[in-house]
């Protein structure tokens, strides 16, 4: 079972998108795949047409609750309409767990634990970050084998990376482990300055972390966000479907630094 989680520190950069596409994608070839919903406002979960708000269960219960779900994973696994794609969903309650759970010892392994339940079961598991760095961003991170980092080619979107990068480092100062990441250049539009200056900018900085290529701006993300359903079924040949086929194709072969 392979573990890719996708995070940033800003919001806005197309991290909820390539979980989506990513995992349509891999659908298509016959991949069974389980997304998580780590943040609190729920977009993931709602790209699928749960309403977090009248759930029996979520996420939150296997960390706040566990005796309500007897403790085990499978417990909140929802099906989604894609063939090959199962959802374990967010709540607004998340964002209640540094305070419940910031100061509890060996939190941030427990979604790690869990996920070891569904080695048999899954091939691919990708988890979708808050933008704020807490109990669900660390348990994200130590649970994963690689971290996609999407970012806006826009200058403030960098700033975002840099956070990102910085505590990425503190975490391994603190777990003295390594992060394998791979660091992919979102929204970009080849018709302004800005997008072409910031991915410049990006590459000089980061360099062999960077992936090669771009995610484009592309108004069939949207479009296919309105029809609940990831790009790759809704507009087949677009070029955001392309982009993320070219993305994927890398990380399947790619190894990290």
Same mark, same amino acid.
């Given at each position: 079972? @392979?573990?890719?989680?996708?995070?940033?520190?800003?919001?806005?950069?197309?991290?909820?998108?390539?979980?989506?596409? $990513?995992?349509? #994608?891999?659908?298509?070839?016959?991949?069974?795949?389980?997304?998580?919903?780590?943040?609190?406002?729920?977009?993931?979960?709602?790209?699928?047409? %749960?309403?977090?708000?009248? $759930?029996?269960?979520?996420?939150?219960?296997?960390?706040?609750?566990?005796?309500?779900?007897?403790?085990?994973?499978?417990?909140?696994?929802?099906?989604?309409?894609?063939?090959?794609?199962?959802?374990?969903?967010?709540?607004?309650?998340?964002?209640?767990?540094?305070? @419940?759970?910031?100061?509890?010892?060996?939190?941030?392994?427990?979604?790690?634990?869990?996920?070891?339940?569904?080695?048999?079961?899954?091939?691919?598991?990708?988890?979708?970050?808050?933008?704020?760095?807490?109990?669900?961003?660390?348990?994200?991170?130590?649970? =994963?084998?690689?971290?996609?980092?999407?970012?806006?080619?826009?200058?403030?979107?960098?700033?975002?990376?840099?956070?990102?990068?910085?505590?990425?480092?503190?975490?391994?100062?603190?777990?003295?482990?390594?992060?394998? %990441? =791979?660091? &992919?250049?979102?929204?970009?539009?080849?018709?302004?300055?800005?997008?072409?200056?910031?991915? #410049?900018?990006?590459?000089?900085? %980061?360099?062999?972390?960077?992936?090669?290529?771009?995610?484009?701006?592309?108004?069939?993300?949207?479009?296919?966000? $309105?029809?609940? @359903?990831?790009?790759? &079924?809704?507009?087949?040949? =677009?070029?955001?479907?392309?982009? %993320?086929?070219?993305?994927?194709?890398? #990380?399947?072969?790619?190894?990290?630094?």
């Amino acid at each position: 079972m @392979v573990i890719w989680t996708i995070a940033n520190q800003k919001g806005g950069v197309g991290k909820t998108t390539t979980v989506i596409s $990513l995992a349509g #994608l891999l659908a298509e070839r016959n991949f069974r795949v389980l997304l998580i919903d780590t943040d609190p406002h729920a977009s993931l979960t709602s790209y699928f047409q %749960y309403d977090s708000d009248q $759930l029996p269960v979520s996420l939150y219960d296997l960390f706040a609750e566990p005796a309500k779900v007897k403790s085990e994973i499978e417990q909140v696994i929802l099906p989604t309409e894609i063939p090959n794609i199962s959802l374990i969903p967010a709540s607004m309650a998340l964002a209640t767990l540094d305070r @419940v759970l910031g100061e509890k010892e060996g939190m941030g392994l427990f979604l790690k634990k869990q996920l070891t339940l569904l080695e048999d079961d899954y091939d691919f598991v990708l988890i979708d970050c808050p933008p704020v760095l807490g109990v669900m961003m660390v348990n994200a991170i130590a649970a =994963c084998e690689k971290i996609l980092i999407p970012v806006q080619t826009e200058f403030l979107a960098s700033k975002g990376l840099d956070r990102m990068i910085s505590t990425l480092s503190v975490m391994k100062k603190s777990a003295g482990v390594s992060f394998k %990441y =791979c660091i &992919i250049p979102t929204l970009y539009d080849k018709r302004t300055r800005a997008s072409i200056n910031t991915l #410049l900018l990006i590459k000089e900085r %980061y360099q062999e972390k960077v992936w090669n290529g771009v995610i484009p701006v592309d108004t069939k993300f949207r479009d296919a966000s $309105l029809q609940h @359903v990831p790009i790759s &079924i809704y507009a087949k040949r =677009c070029r955001g479907v392309f982009a %993320y086929e070219t993305l994927l194709n890398y #990380l399947l072969q790619a190894e990290f630094y």
